[in-house]
């Protein structure tokens, strides 16, 4: 059936550097790749999100790309900051339904 | 002025009782979902409604059942509560649209099951 991964599941940085979180996807009639960002105890929020028409999306210090061919999609954080520390999911849709398959989240911590 | 909003955020029930939980959005949208969250923080589409007409309904025990009464409600109810029935559940709505839709949730309701 259909399949979201995602990779890694924690992920440990420094203040100041990047983080890169990937997501591969199994149905290759999906159109639509969000983003949600979840701290601890609260729900989970959009962060930034994709539609397949567009190759790369980009917002203040967090990135976007998706690459159809590959059926990948990758979330970029530059300079990253202590708040960013969250447990971060990407998901895609199923077709061009409404239907979100979510991948299984990535707890990133950033370290002061 | 809370978006998606559910109560209880909190319940504690013994195994075997009946439940719910309710949820109403204000923003105006078209479609409404629940979600539920294990221990382990995956997130899994329960049921999804469209104009008060039910139009995903997982693989989910059917001592869960839904009911929206009108577009900016959709409640859960669940019979005979089980231990592995312990999660959060996540209300959500968004305005369906055919390039795909921003999913807002709702603060979460914690379910604990003794």
């Known amino acids: 059936g259909e399949n979201v991964e995602q990779h890694p599941s924690t992920l440990s940085v420094q203040e100041g550097d990047s983080a890169v979180i990937k997501c591969t996807y199994s149905d290759s009639a999906s159109n639509y790749f969000p983003w949600y960002k979840q701290e601890l105890g609260k729900r989970p929020q959009l962060i930034i999100d994709i539609r397949s028409n567009v190759g790369e999306k980009k917002d203040q210090r967090i990135a976007v790309t998706l690459n159809k061919t590959a059926k990948h999609f990758s979330l970029h954080i530059t300079e990253t900051q202590p708040e960013d520390s969250a447990v971060y999911f990407c998901a895609a849709s199923l077709g061009n339904t409404d239907k979100l398959i979510f991948g299984t989240g990535t707890r990133l911590q950033v370290f002061p | 002025d809370t978006a998606v909003s559910q109560t209880p955020k909190y319940l504690v029930t013994q195994m075997g009782n009946d439940k719910s939980i309710k949820c109403e959005q204000n923003?105006?949208?078209?479609?409404m979902y629940w979600y539920k969250q294990d221990s382990k923080k995956f997130l899994k589409i329960m049921f999804s409604?469209?104009?008060?007409?039910?139009?995903i309904n997982e693989t989910v025990p059917n001592r869960f059942s839904p009911k929206s009464p009108d577009k900016a409600h959709l409640n859960l109810h669940i019979n005979s509560l089980e231990l592995g029935d312990s999660a959060v559940y996540f209300c959500?709505?968004?305005?369906?649209?055919?390039?795909?839709?921003?999913?807002?949730f709702g603060e979460g309701s914690w379910l604990t099951v003794v």
């Open positions: 959500a709505s968004s305005q369906l649209r055919r390039s795909g839709n921003t999913i807002y």
């Open positions: 923003l105006g949208h078209d479609t």
């Open positions: 409604y469209n104009n008060k007409e039910l139009i």
